[in-house]
Protein backbone atom coordinates (compact mmCIF):
# COMPACT_ATOMS: atom_id res chain seq x y z
CA UNK A 1 0.00 0.00 0.00
CA UNK A 2 1.48 3.47 -1.27
CA UNK A 3 0.49 6.90 1.22
CA UNK A 4 0.49 10.04 0.04
CA UNK A 5 2.27 12.84 2.24
CA UNK A 6 2.23 16.78 1.26
CA UNK A 7 5.05 18.87 2.93
CA UNK A 8 4.14 22.14 2.56
CA UNK A 9 7.55 23.69 4.87
CA UNK A 10 8.18 27.58 3.80
CA UNK A 11 11.06 28.33 5.38
CA UNK A 12 11.95 25.07 7.13
CA UNK A 13 14.85 22.96 6.70
CA UNK A 14 13.25 20.57 9.07
CA UNK A 15 11.01 19.86 6.78
CA UNK A 16 12.66 20.23 3.73
CA UNK A 17 14.29 17.16 4.39
CA UNK A 18 11.37 14.67 5.05
CA UNK A 19 11.53 13.94 1.62
CA UNK A 20 14.68 11.50 1.50
CA UNK A 21 13.35 9.95 5.18
CA UNK A 22 10.65 7.77 3.65
CA UNK A 23 10.89 4.06 2.32
CA UNK A 24 8.75 3.68 -1.15
CA UNK A 25 5.76 2.69 0.36
CA UNK A 26 5.24 6.82 0.94
CA UNK A 27 5.20 9.18 -2.18
CA UNK A 28 5.96 12.76 -0.50
CA UNK A 29 5.09 15.98 -2.28
CA UNK A 30 6.38 18.93 -1.53
CA UNK A 31 4.60 22.22 -1.99
CA UNK A 32 5.00 25.68 -1.79
CA UNK A 33 1.90 27.19 -0.22
CA UNK A 34 -1.04 25.98 1.70
CA UNK A 35 -3.46 27.13 -1.15
CA UNK A 36 -1.34 24.53 -3.48
CA UNK A 37 -2.07 22.19 -0.83
CA UNK A 38 -6.09 23.13 -0.61
CA UNK A 39 -6.13 22.37 -4.59
CA UNK A 40 -4.46 18.97 -3.47
CA UNK A 41 -7.04 18.26 -1.27
CA UNK A 42 -9.88 18.96 -3.86
CA UNK A 43 -8.42 17.06 -6.46
CA UNK A 44 -6.51 14.13 -5.25
CA UNK A 45 -7.00 14.23 -1.37
CA UNK A 46 -3.59 12.78 0.43
CA UNK A 47 -3.59 10.87 3.42
CA UNK A 48 -1.47 13.75 5.98
CA UNK A 49 -0.30 17.32 5.30
CA UNK A 50 2.75 18.87 7.26
CA UNK A 51 2.91 22.09 6.80
CA UNK A 52 4.87 25.16 8.71
CA UNK A 53 2.67 27.42 10.91
CA UNK A 54 4.25 30.04 8.88
CA UNK A 55 3.79 30.32 5.90
CA UNK A 56 3.73 32.92 2.91
CA UNK A 57 0.18 34.22 2.25
CA UNK A 58 -2.29 31.67 4.02
CA UNK A 59 -0.56 30.27 7.38
CA UNK A 60 -0.56 26.97 8.78
CA UNK A 61 -3.28 28.10 11.06
CA UNK A 62 -5.53 28.97 8.09
CA UNK A 63 -5.11 25.91 6.49
CA UNK A 64 -6.42 24.14 9.97
CA UNK A 65 -9.22 26.09 9.86
CA UNK A 66 -10.20 25.64 6.19
CA UNK A 67 -9.29 21.82 5.53
CA UNK A 68 -13.00 20.37 7.81
CA UNK A 69 -14.80 22.51 5.37
CA UNK A 70 -13.74 20.40 2.17
CA UNK A 71 -14.86 17.26 3.63
CA UNK A 72 -11.47 15.22 3.49
CA UNK A 73 -10.25 12.20 4.94
CA UNK A 74 -6.57 14.22 5.04
CA UNK A 75 -5.00 14.39 8.51
CA UNK A 76 -3.35 17.65 9.36
CA UNK A 77 0.30 18.12 11.37
CA UNK A 78 1.13 21.53 12.09
CA UNK A 79 4.89 22.20 12.65
CA UNK A 80 6.76 25.37 14.40
CA UNK A 81 10.10 26.48 15.03
CA UNK A 82 8.86 27.32 18.65
CA UNK A 83 5.08 26.35 19.67
CA UNK A 84 3.37 29.34 20.60
CA UNK A 85 0.55 28.21 23.48
CA UNK A 86 -1.95 30.03 21.81
CA UNK A 87 -1.70 28.81 18.49
CA UNK A 88 -1.37 25.73 19.84
CA UNK A 89 -5.30 26.02 21.38
CA UNK A 90 -6.41 27.65 18.38
CA UNK A 91 -4.96 24.63 16.10
CA UNK A 92 -6.55 22.27 18.55
CA UNK A 93 -9.85 24.44 18.45
CA UNK A 94 -10.11 23.10 14.69
CA UNK A 95 -9.11 19.43 14.86
CA UNK A 96 -5.17 19.67 14.73
CA UNK A 97 -4.10 16.76 17.02
CA UNK A 98 -0.39 17.33 16.57
CA UNK A 99 2.00 20.40 16.58
CA UNK A 100 5.53 19.89 16.65
CA UNK A 101 8.14 21.83 17.53
CA UNK A 102 11.49 22.49 15.71
CA UNK A 103 13.69 20.68 17.93
CA UNK A 104 12.00 17.45 17.44
CA UNK A 105 14.13 14.68 15.60
CA UNK A 106 13.84 13.88 12.28
CA UNK A 107 13.30 9.95 12.93
CA UNK A 108 10.37 10.90 15.79
CA UNK A 109 9.01 13.18 13.18
CA UNK A 110 8.77 10.28 10.39
CA UNK A 111 7.66 8.42 12.83
CA UNK A 112 4.54 10.25 14.08
CA UNK A 113 3.85 11.08 10.23
CA UNK A 114 3.46 7.16 9.65
CA UNK A 115 1.58 6.95 12.39
CA UNK A 116 -1.15 9.54 11.19
CA UNK A 117 -0.29 8.28 7.57
CA UNK A 118 -1.93 4.63 8.78
CA UNK A 119 -4.49 6.43 10.88
CA UNK A 120 -6.11 8.13 7.88
CA UNK A 121 -6.06 5.16 5.47
CA UNK A 122 -7.81 3.70 8.01
CA UNK A 123 -10.45 5.93 8.18
CA UNK A 124 -10.61 6.19 4.84
CA UNK A 125 -11.05 2.10 4.71
CA UNK A 126 -13.84 2.74 6.98
CA UNK A 127 -15.70 4.91 5.61
CA UNK A 128 -15.76 2.87 1.85
CA UNK A 129 -17.05 -0.08 3.68
CA UNK A 130 -20.68 -0.68 3.25
CA UNK A 131 -23.35 0.33 6.02
CA UNK A 132 -23.93 -3.01 8.25
CA UNK A 133 -27.34 -4.45 7.95
CA UNK A 134 -29.56 -2.83 10.47
CA UNK A 135 -31.21 -5.18 13.12
CA UNK A 136 -34.62 -6.18 12.82
CA UNK A 137 -37.43 -4.65 14.24
CA UNK A 138 -39.15 -5.73 17.42
CA UNK A 139 -42.95 -7.12 16.98
CA UNK A 140 -45.47 -4.41 17.33
CA UNK A 141 -47.03 -4.54 20.65
CA UNK A 142 -50.25 -5.70 21.65
CA UNK A 143 -53.46 -4.04 20.44
CA UNK A 144 -54.93 -1.87 23.34
CA UNK A 145 -58.42 -3.46 25.00
CA UNK A 146 -61.27 -1.41 23.84
CA UNK A 147 -63.32 0.28 26.47
CA UNK A 148 -66.87 -1.36 27.17
CA UNK A 149 -70.09 -0.11 25.68
CA UNK A 150 -71.30 1.53 28.89
CA UNK A 151 -67.90 3.75 28.95
CA UNK A 152 -67.64 4.57 25.23
CA UNK A 153 -71.17 6.28 25.43
CA UNK A 154 -70.75 8.30 27.90
CA UNK A 155 -71.07 11.79 27.66
CA UNK A 156 -68.21 13.99 28.44
CA UNK A 157 -68.03 16.05 31.23
CA UNK A 158 -69.47 19.71 30.99
CA UNK A 159 -67.97 22.83 32.58
CA UNK A 160 -70.09 24.22 35.38
CA UNK A 161 -70.17 27.45 34.14
CA UNK A 162 -73.17 29.27 34.35
CA UNK A 163 -75.66 30.06 31.01
CA UNK A 164 -76.06 33.30 32.30
CA UNK A 165 -72.70 34.37 32.69
CA UNK A 166 -71.50 36.67 30.46
CA UNK A 167 -68.11 36.14 28.57
CA UNK A 168 -64.96 37.43 30.23
CA UNK A 169 -63.68 40.23 27.20
CA UNK A 170 -62.99 42.72 29.48
CA UNK A 171 -59.71 40.85 30.82
CA UNK A 172 -58.57 40.03 27.91
CA UNK A 173 -58.59 43.28 26.06
CA UNK A 174 -56.15 45.50 27.53
CA UNK A 175 -53.70 42.31 26.13
CA UNK A 176 -54.63 42.24 23.09
CA UNK A 177 -54.62 45.95 22.47
CA UNK A 178 -50.63 46.16 23.94
CA UNK A 179 -50.28 43.46 21.74
CA UNK A 180 -51.48 44.96 18.55
CA UNK A 181 -49.76 48.42 20.27
CA UNK A 182 -46.10 47.10 20.55
CA UNK A 183 -43.61 47.85 17.76
CA UNK A 184 -42.75 44.80 15.63
CA UNK A 185 -39.08 43.82 14.62
CA UNK A 186 -37.69 45.27 11.48
CA UNK A 187 -36.84 41.32 10.66
CA UNK A 188 -37.87 38.17 11.31
CA UNK A 189 -36.24 34.89 10.79
CA UNK A 190 -39.13 33.38 8.21
CA UNK A 191 -40.49 36.74 7.09
CA UNK A 192 -39.02 39.32 4.38
CA UNK A 193 -35.78 41.03 5.45
CA UNK A 194 -36.19 44.89 6.15
CA UNK A 195 -32.91 46.21 5.57
CA UNK A 196 -32.21 49.67 7.06
CA UNK A 197 -29.99 52.26 6.07
CA UNK A 198 -27.81 51.59 8.45
CA UNK A 199 -28.05 48.10 7.87
CA UNK A 200 -26.60 48.54 4.70
CA UNK A 201 -24.16 51.11 5.43
CA UNK A 202 -22.76 48.59 8.19
CA UNK A 203 -23.01 45.41 5.88
CA UNK A 204 -21.04 47.56 2.74
CA UNK A 205 -18.21 48.81 4.95
CA UNK A 206 -17.74 45.08 5.64
CA UNK A 207 -18.02 44.19 2.27
CA UNK A 208 -15.66 46.79 1.48
CA UNK A 209 -13.31 45.05 3.82
CA UNK A 210 -13.50 41.29 2.41
CA UNK A 211 -12.53 43.53 -0.73
CA UNK A 212 -9.93 45.12 0.18
CA UNK A 213 -8.58 41.57 1.85
CA UNK A 214 -9.11 39.50 -1.12
CA UNK A 215 -8.73 41.41 -4.14
CA UNK A 216 -12.03 41.14 -6.38
CA UNK A 217 -13.75 42.32 -8.95
CA UNK A 218 -16.91 43.01 -7.04
CA UNK A 219 -19.00 41.51 -4.01
CA UNK A 220 -22.49 40.93 -4.06
CA UNK A 221 -25.08 40.12 -1.21
CA UNK A 222 -28.58 39.23 -2.62
CA UNK A 223 -31.13 37.25 -1.55
CA UNK A 224 -32.74 33.35 -3.04
CA UNK A 225 -34.97 35.15 -5.31
CA UNK A 226 -31.84 37.01 -6.95
CA UNK A 227 -32.57 40.83 -5.78
CA UNK A 228 -29.31 42.47 -5.02
CA UNK A 229 -29.30 43.83 -1.24
CA UNK A 230 -25.94 45.67 -1.42
CA UNK A 231 -22.83 45.42 -3.60
CA UNK A 232 -19.42 46.75 -3.88
CA UNK A 233 -17.16 47.10 -6.90
CA UNK A 234 -17.50 47.41 -10.32
CA UNK A 235 -20.53 45.46 -11.64
CA UNK A 236 -20.27 46.64 -15.50
CA UNK A 237 -20.25 43.90 -17.69
CA UNK A 238 -21.33 41.53 -15.63
CA UNK A 239 -25.18 39.66 -16.34
CA UNK A 240 -26.40 39.88 -13.08
CA UNK A 241 -29.97 39.59 -13.48
CA UNK A 242 -29.19 36.26 -15.21
CA UNK A 243 -26.44 35.23 -13.44
CA UNK A 244 -27.93 35.91 -10.08
CA UNK A 245 -31.27 33.44 -10.01
CA UNK A 246 -28.98 30.51 -11.91
CA UNK A 247 -26.89 30.60 -8.90
CA UNK A 248 -29.78 29.93 -6.63
CA UNK A 249 -31.33 27.45 -8.61
CA UNK A 250 -27.99 25.51 -7.68
CA UNK A 251 -27.95 26.60 -4.15
CA UNK A 252 -31.88 25.14 -3.67
CA UNK A 253 -30.34 21.74 -4.74
CA UNK A 254 -28.17 22.40 -1.75
CA UNK A 255 -30.76 23.41 0.55
CA UNK A 256 -32.43 20.11 -0.23
CA UNK A 257 -29.72 17.69 0.48
CA UNK A 258 -29.32 19.25 3.60
CA UNK A 259 -32.61 18.74 4.48
CA UNK A 260 -32.46 15.40 3.28
CA UNK A 261 -29.35 14.50 5.94
CA UNK A 262 -30.96 16.55 8.34
CA UNK A 263 -28.30 18.82 9.15
CA UNK A 264 -28.51 21.89 10.72
CA UNK A 265 -25.82 23.65 9.91
CA UNK A 266 -24.18 23.47 6.50
CA UNK A 267 -22.23 25.53 3.96
CA UNK A 268 -22.29 25.23 0.56
CA UNK A 269 -20.03 26.73 -2.07
CA UNK A 270 -19.57 27.33 -6.15
CA UNK A 271 -16.59 27.65 -7.91
CA UNK A 272 -16.05 29.04 -11.51
CA UNK A 273 -12.53 29.14 -12.78
CA UNK A 274 -13.24 30.67 -16.44
CA UNK A 275 -10.63 32.20 -18.62
CA UNK A 276 -11.81 35.58 -17.20
CA UNK A 277 -13.65 35.38 -14.38
CA UNK A 278 -13.16 33.12 -11.27
CA UNK A 279 -16.58 33.76 -9.33
CA UNK A 280 -17.32 32.21 -5.66
CA UNK A 281 -20.30 32.02 -4.54
CA UNK A 282 -21.22 31.33 -0.73
CA UNK A 283 -24.74 30.26 1.07
CA UNK A 284 -25.89 32.34 4.12
CA UNK A 285 -28.22 30.36 6.09
CA UNK A 286 -29.82 29.40 3.29
CA UNK A 287 -31.66 32.32 2.58
CA UNK A 288 -28.97 34.89 1.31
CA UNK A 289 -25.62 34.25 -0.87
CA UNK A 290 -22.20 36.14 -1.17
CA UNK A 291 -20.57 36.40 -4.76
CA UNK A 292 -17.59 36.83 -5.29
CA UNK A 293 -16.16 37.63 -8.55
CA UNK A 294 -12.14 38.18 -9.34
CA UNK A 295 -11.39 39.34 -12.87
CA UNK A 296 -8.44 37.16 -14.26
CA UNK A 297 -6.75 39.63 -15.98
CA UNK A 298 -5.71 41.29 -12.48
CA UNK A 299 -4.65 39.12 -9.52
CA UNK A 300 -5.59 35.46 -9.58
CA UNK A 301 -7.91 34.45 -6.79
CA UNK A 302 -6.68 32.05 -4.06
CA UNK A 303 -9.44 29.18 -3.05
CA UNK A 304 -7.67 29.34 0.39
CA UNK A 305 -7.88 32.71 1.08
CA UNK A 306 -11.09 33.55 -0.36
CA UNK A 307 -12.81 30.74 1.93
CA UNK A 308 -11.26 31.67 5.10
CA UNK A 309 -11.44 35.63 4.69
CA UNK A 310 -14.97 34.87 3.17
CA UNK A 311 -16.36 32.94 5.91
CA UNK A 312 -15.24 35.25 8.54
CA UNK A 313 -17.10 38.37 6.27
CA UNK A 314 -20.01 35.48 6.33
CA UNK A 315 -20.54 35.57 10.30
CA UNK A 316 -20.13 39.27 10.54
CA UNK A 317 -22.71 39.69 7.79
CA UNK A 318 -25.13 36.94 9.36
CA UNK A 319 -25.00 39.12 13.10
CA UNK A 320 -25.59 42.35 10.63
CA UNK A 321 -28.45 40.40 8.89
CA UNK A 322 -30.00 39.24 12.26
Not at 92 to 103: E, K, L, N, P, T
Not at 145 to 169: F, G, K
Not at 218 to 224: F, M
Not at 252 to 269: K, N, V
Request: charged share 25%; aromatic share 4%; net charge negative.
Amino acid sequence: MTYRLVVVPGDSSELRALQGRFADDVEVQTLDTANDALWEVRNDPPGVIIANVELPGMSGIDLAEILPNFGAPTRLVLWSRQVDPQIAQRAASFGVQHIVSGDTALDDLRNLLYQELNEAANTAAQAAEPAPESAPEPPPPPPRPRESPAAASAPPARPTRSRAEPPRQAETAPARATETGAPRPARRRDGPLVLTPEDQRAIRLRMEALDRDVGSKCIILADRAGMVLVETGLTVGLPTMVLLPLLSTSFSTAGQITQMLRETESSALYVHEGSHYDLYCFDIAQRFMLVIVFDKSGTPAKIGSVWVYAKRAIRDIQELLG
